[in-house]
């Protein structure tokens, strides 16, 4: 081959440009709906979860003492030492809200008096619910990723 | 090549809510360009085209900042420069690219046989003798030949002064016009 010309070297340059492949246009044609998912995901689907919440927690409160002595009862019947007494909230309770007028008037129910096991019991269901609600969102993160390698995978 | 008008145009379309559809043109217009300068810098189709949607990935989250100091398409060919050499720097294992010739040599369908293979050989010369320069160089090279871009413009996306991109392009002809000798030599 001779010394090549500028053009010459243009024209050969332009006939091996290739096309941009279908499968690739693709996966570019997808970056905006990919990229416009909400940061934090579409949260919408937690609100079924967060309506049980209330009644999860009545649950929880109600049978916190029941459930105390149940398991007081299996840790002396395995011979396991007792649980530990927890002092700092044992003689807390509720102000009197009958004290108060406009309380008194709505003559609420009496409230239970907060035991260390209801705020244990409290404690754990939050963390159970809170940690229900973190793996489901990572799960649902997880099946977009899916998505999209898959979306990846067809085209190559 | 784009217009400073489409340029705005596009940049307003993005601005004003119609995200998909100015991403859409950014493609039509600029994706056989920022893959094929993907495709010589790396010399592998698969790394250029997870270059490529790289480049674009990175291009979607900044246009809405993009502030128009330069044209678009320097800032998107910057953008791809930028994607390509990290990864050359960082998953290009010695020797990649070798398959891309065969590639370009076994796609005959559809054309005279003869005319196509010696054709397509051409092209994986070319390719060869791209992919054996200096990096820069060859990036230098493809922007000016392939995209046929003005020394100024592949400075700016360079980001390098006109007289180092000169002499880069000025280095680069020389050493293709002595690789495309060789080749056509043991060919013959």
């Known amino acids: ?156 | 090549m784009m217009t400073a008008a489409t340029d705005q145009e596009i940049l307003d379309q993005f601005r004003s809510g119609d995200q998909e559809a100015a991403f859409q043109r950014l493609v039509e217009i600029h994706g056989k360009a920022m893959y094929n300068i993907a495709l010589f810098t790396l010399n592998d189709e698969i790394l250029a085209q997870d270059a490529t949607q790289d480049a674009y990935i990175r291009i979607y989250r900044g246009l809405g900042k993009f502030k128009g100091s330069a044209q678009l398409s320097t800032w998107m060919y910057r953008i791809v420069k930028n994607v390509c050499y990290d990864y050359l720097r960082k998953e290009r294992p010695a020797g990649l690219g070798e398959e891309f010739d065969e590639e370009a040599l076994a796609d005959t369908a559809g054309a005279d046989p003869g005319t196509a293979y010696q054709s397509n050989w051409r092209h994986a010369q070319l390719r060869r003798a791209v992919g054996q320069l200096p990096r820069k160089q060859r990036l230098a090279i493809t922007l000016h030949y392939f995209q046929e871009l003005g020394y100024e413009e592949v400075a700016a996306v360079m980001d390098m002064p006109l007289g180092t991109v000169k002499s880069y392009l000025h280095r680069a002809k020389a050493a293709l016009a002595q690789a495309l000798k060789q080749e056509e030599r043991s060919f013959a």
């Not at chain 1, 807390?92 to 809200?97: A, K, M």
């Open chain 1, 1 to 156: 081959m001779k010394e090549q010309q500028p053009d010459e070297l243009q024209q050969f340059f332009r006939e091996a440009q290739v096309d941009l492949p279908p499968g690739l246009k693709a996966r570019l044609l997808a970056i905006p709906a990919l990229e416009q998912r909400p940061a934090f995901g579409d949260l919408r689907w937690l609100l079924p979860l967060a309506a049980l919440m209330p009644g999860f927690l009545w649950v929880v409160v109600h049978y916190a003492s029941d459930l105390y002595g149940y398991v007081t009862q299996l840790t002396r019947g395995l011979s396991l030492p007792e649980l530990p007494r927890i002092t700092v909230l044992r003689d807390f309770t509720l102000p009197d809200l009958s004290r108060f007028p406009v309380v008194s008037e709505l003559s609420l129910p009496a409230l239970p008096a907060i035991t260390p096991v209801m705020v244990l019991m409290f404690t754990a269901a939050v963390a159970l619910v809170a940690g229900l609600a973190a793996g489901l969102y990572l799960w649902r993160e997880s099946q977009l990723d899916v998505q999209y390698i898959r979306l990846l995978n067809r085209v190559r």
